[in-house]
């Protein structure tokens, strides 16, 4: 049985041609995260010594890409998109891959009649990285099984402004290095659990009230003049009315296929479970590689008035180290966000 452990981590730097520009083995500090529908950031300090030095100087944004390990696993890839050198080190902050999507634009005009929506994602994905492409690859784990029409002008709207808006119509993605996975909204795979004795300096478990939506209405294109509808008043908590705008949607059947989605996972309050700065006990039963988000764990706490045990969906995760030393790891922080929303309890 795989368990948490405690992590100790080094980084590289490699070139967009894929040769190494440097190697850290140790670091002052570490910082890497996973995030679901939206982009990751990842932090290094490094005291460079020897030729290091000289190497790092030559380091560039978006040039360059910072590459992290956890005790000899890659867990963590993206372009470099800020550099500071002082006179005890560098730091280097990163994006994952998604962030070349958010300086990408549709190439191509393109129309999509009555799909599922997991078939867009993916041609706007390879659309945004066709020109130039830094080396990405898609997984798909499922249908998203909600399907539309969608229709897209060449250069109208950043590519990954387009992906948020179709994670909010019925699928979910995250990166993990120059991979893109693409997981249905409805996805519940278990790569772990979590309890209270895993958690020894306690947890959060919190409300979002503000995501609550009762009733959305979906306006698409101003040529095609669609309104999507979904949801109403609930006699628990009162109606709550939402309107946006998806100028990609082309016919009323898309329209209401992505109202109803947004109704499912907002029709009750989510309730999120935080582990904040706390650190996962070594011992926990979980494969920290493995935290990714889009899967889910097996969460049991009874620590706080509001008791929990569920299946619960990755959101974040956060691993950070500080304080290590050629012979001595530093300490270790695993921080995993899950949630809880109306596609889940559905």
């Not at 790092?56 to 963590?76: E, Q």
């Not at 016919?251 to 996962?280: H, K, L, W």
């Amino acid at each position: 049985m795989a368990v948490a452990g405690c992590g100790s981590h080094t980084a590289q730097v490699v070139d967009r041609g894929g040769a190494t520009v440097a190697v850290a083995n140790v670091l002052a500090t570490v910082e890497w995260s996973r995030t679901l529908d939206a982009v990751s950031t990842a932090r290094v300090v490094i005291n460079p010594d020897g030729d290091c030095c000289g190497r790092l100087g030559r380091v560039t944004s978006w040039r360059n890409r910072l590459v992290i390990f956890r005790d000899g696993k890659y867990v963590w890839d993206g372009p470099i998109t800020n550099i500071s050198w002082t006179l005890s080190g560098i730091e280097l902050s990163a994006k994952d891959i998604l962030a070349w999507l958010d300086r990408r634009v549709v190439h191509e005009t393109k129309a999509f009649t009555d799909v599922d929506l997991m078939d867009v994602a993916e041609w706007l994905i390879d659309d945004g990285f066709r020109p130039d492409d830094p080396g990405h690859a898609i997984e798909v784990i499922g249908p998203a099984g909600v399907t539309g029409s969608r229709s897209y002008t060449q250069d109208i709207g950043q590519t990954g402004d387009w992906l948020r808006q179709l994670a909010e119509a019925g699928l979910d993605y995250t990166a993990i290095g120059p991979k893109i996975l693409l997981l249905p909204e409805t996805f519940m795979q278990s790569v772990g659990r979590l309890s209270d004795a895993d958690l020894p300096d306690g947890l959060e478990v919190a409300e979002d009230g503000d995501s609550l939506i009762t009733r959305w209405i979906v306006a698409g294109s101003d040529d095609s003049g669609v309104l999507g509808d979904a949801g109403g008043m609930d006699p628990f908590y009162g109606l709550h009315e939402r309107y946006v705008e998806q100028t990609e949607i082309t016919d009323s059947r898309s329209a209401q296929e992505s109202a109803r989605a947004r109704q499912r996972t907002s029709a009750s309050v989510p309730v999120f479970i935080d582990t904040q700065e706390v650190t996962i006990s070594p011992e926990a039963a979980v494969d920290v590689p493995s935290l990714v988000p889009g899967w889910s764990l097996d969460v049991t706490s009874a620590e706080t008035c509001r008791k929990v045990t569920q299946r619960l969906k990755i959101v974040g995760v956060k691993v950070s180290e500080t304080g290590g030393d050629e012979n001595t790891a530093g300490r270790e922080s695993v921080q995993v966000q899950v949630a809880a929303s109306g596609a889940e309890t559905a």
